[in-house]
């Protein structure tokens, strides 16, 4: 009997210790050393964490070109979407607002997290089915 407790005692802290969970502040530098570290990754402008009635918000301000825009909104909803797993609380939206030098105006870019998650993460959807169905491009 004593075996089978220690057992399921163990078995829990296995499985909490391989799926961690981050607060706010935490999440906030694990952004920054991924932006910081990943070769591919745009230059990360800032970031923000917010409640806009129900639905709790992950939004990032990145620098980009012209040249490599989709790319590094593409890395970056890829990001939202492996940061976002790692948090305590769930997110509803992703955004991504996008600076360009030579433009006066960011682009924000909008993905449901949990669409971006099916495609990111779990691989159930292809890239055309994502942009069509979760994402929104919008000039503020």
């Keep these: 009997m004593m075996k089978k407790v220690f ?3 163990g078995l829990f802290f296995w499985v909490n210790m391989s799926n961690p969970k981050y607060n706010d ?3 906030s530098i694990l952004t920054e050393e ?3 570290t990943e070769k591919l990754a745009p230059k990360l402008i800032g970031q923000r964490f917010y409640m806009d009635e129900n639905d709790r918000i ?3 301000d990145i620098e980009s ?3 490599s825009s989709w790319d590094d909104i593409y890395f970056s909803f890829q990001a939202l979407s492996l940061l976002g797993k790692l948090s305590k609380e769930e997110f509803h939206t992703f955004i991504v607002v996008l600076h360009i030098p030579d433009q006066i105006l960011p682009f924000v870019t909008i993905s449901n997290a949990n669409c971006a998650t099916l495609y990111f993460i779990d ?4 890239e055309k089915w994502w942009r069509g169905e979760c994402l929104q491009v919008k000039e503020l």
Excluded at 123 to 126: C, E, Q, R, T, V
């Design 58 to 60: 992950f939004l990032i």
């Design 123 to 126: 691989g159930d959807y292809d």
């Design 34 to 36: 991924y932006f910081k």
């Design 65 to 67: 070109t012209t040249v």
């Design 7 to 9: 057992i399921i005692i």
């Design 25 to 27: 502040r935490h999440l």
